[in-house]
């Protein structure tokens, strides 16, 4: 299966490998499993799409 890996979040978040390019492309996150290390990465996906203004910030209610 490695061979469908595009990138790891890590690559992403940094600018190394890019992400989508087009909408209709699908970015699957494997998680690993540990929950401080899946809200760290999460909170690192965020604070990098805020400062690059990227993506559409929602209202979880």
């Known amino acids: 299966m490695a061979e469908h890996v ?3 979040l890590g690559e992403l978040v ?3 490998k890019p992400g ?7 970015i699957l996150y494997k998680s690993v499993g540990v929950a401080v290390q ?12 805020r400062e690059w203004s990227i993506g559409e910030e929602i209202t979880l209610r």
């Open 6 to 8: 595009h990138a790891e």
């Open 14 to 16: 940094v600018g190394d």
């Open 20 to 26: 989508r390019t087009a909408p209709d492309q699908i």
């Open 38 to 49: 899946d809200a760290a990465a999460a909170a690192l996906v965020v604070a990098s799409a």
